[in-house]
């Protein structure tokens, strides 16, 4: 049976030697190396949306190439163009699913510092830095992408520690006596007692009535101490309360996917851009004040409104939250406080909020809570 081939998607700034570079590199990889290569110079036309294609490519590929120079690291830190909307999405990939080893950077110029996104400074990379660069960095990409990772060898046995090794000295064992051996009270090796009729007998039936007796005083003392633990006493049972978990145990029940959507979502907002932002939510999703799915484009147009007028930014977050509930299919809905700063209010504002994630950790509904409505909305 023929394996299926790993996919992959080549991210890269467009710069006019590194674009050919990445079209040849990719040519290389599917002709002569069996994997399914996805560049947007191949898969993009005049009129397709870019953002929904670099979307598509990170989450659906097996893995995702990352061709590293200091333009792509500028790019990246900064957010911007299609590099930056790439880099939003695949921290928050990492952040929801942990997959890291789906993203492999490759260092094609500069060194490592000047080349690497903040998110990739710690991760391990491939050079193919050189025209032309080295074949045992081609292979190791190839080994990667299909799988074939060198193996640790088989662990053996540990050696003895100290003596002579079982039959290394090439001497037959003694022969092993058979009988029930009692210890003597003046010698510490084991002794046969012969018995009547050539059948051995203990020579200590003391010894062991003794200790069967001192066995079952021990169990009996731990049994009464093991009632004594599980009864409550008066006092436990008169001034004891169900245990309610503070505010600040409840933020540390927030899983990895919750935080890192939140740190986003900051994010987007402090950048103005409208396509960071809706990228975070399952659409269509159920918004704050409307109480109506809503779909790409109307969140669109409620979000750019933030941003037009004087160009001022609309101040606006969320913190104090707390876990609600975690449902069986893995969602999880949040209590939180949604602020608003001037100048957008004349004061600060705070509102109730209930976020409700699904399980990849995109949002999927933002609701107030008020009366009647609690967390998750129902």
């Known amino acids: 049976m023929i ?37 947007d110079q191949w898969h993009l036309a005049p009129g397709d949306p870019l953002p929904a294609f670099m979307e598509n490519a990170v989450r659906t590929n097996d ?51 000047s080349a690497a996104p903040s998110f990739l400074l710690g991760n391990v990379y491939i050079d193919f830095r050189g025209d032309p660069y080295t074949e045992s960095a081609y292979k190791d990409l190839l080994n990667t992408l299909h799988g074939r990772l060198e193996r640790p060898p088989t662990l053996g046995l540990a050696p003895a520690s100290s003596g002579e090794i079982p039959g290394a000295s090439g001497a037959s064992p ?50 009464i101490g093991l009632s004594k633990l599980l009864s409550p006493s008066p006092s436990t049972q008169t001034d004891s309360k169900p245990m309610v978990p503070s505010p600040s145990t409840q933020a540390e029940q927030l899983g990895q996917p919750e935080r890192g959507w939140i740190e986003a979502y900051g994010a987007a907002i402090d950048s103005g851009d409208v396509d960071r932002i809706i990228a975070l939510h399952v659409l269509p999703t159920r918004r704050f004040f409307t109480a109506r799915n809503q779909d790409a484009t109307q969140l669109r147009k409620l979000y750019q409104g933030w941003f037009d007028g004087d160009g001022r930014t609309k101040r606006t977050g969320f913190d104090n939250c707390s876990l609600a509930t975690v449902a069986s299919d893995g969602a999880r809905a949040l209590r939180c406080e949604t602020y608003v700063e001037p100048p957008f209010s004349k004061s600060p504002s705070r509102v109730p909020t209930c976020l409700v994630f699904r399980s990849d950790g995109k949002l999927l509904s933002r609701t107030e809570i008020s009366k009647g409505n609690d967390c998750p909305p129902h």
């Open 3 to 39: 394996a299926k081939p790993p996919t992959v998607f080549v991210s890269y700034a467009w710069e006019d030697d590194v674009k050919v570079w990445v079209r040849d590199f990719a040519t290389r990889l599917r002709r002569e190396g069996g994997v399914d290569v996805h560049i």
């Open 63 to 113: 893995f995702v190439l990352l061709v590293c120079t200091p333009k792509y690291k500028a790019k990246s830190d900064a957010r911007q163009g299609g590099v930056g909307y790439e880099g939003n999405i695949i921290t928050g990939e990492v952040f929801a699913k942990a997959n890291h080893r789906k993203f492999i950077p490759i260092l094609r110029k500069g060194d490592w510092s």
């Open 174 to 223: 003694k022969p092993i006596a058979h009988g029930i051996a009692a210890r003597s009270a003046t010698s510490n090796r084991a002794q046969l007692v012969p018995a009547k009729n050539g059948a051995p007998i203990f020579g200590v039936k003391r010894t062991v009535i003794g200790t069967l007796i001192v066995c079952l005083l021990a169990l009996a003392a731990a049994f």
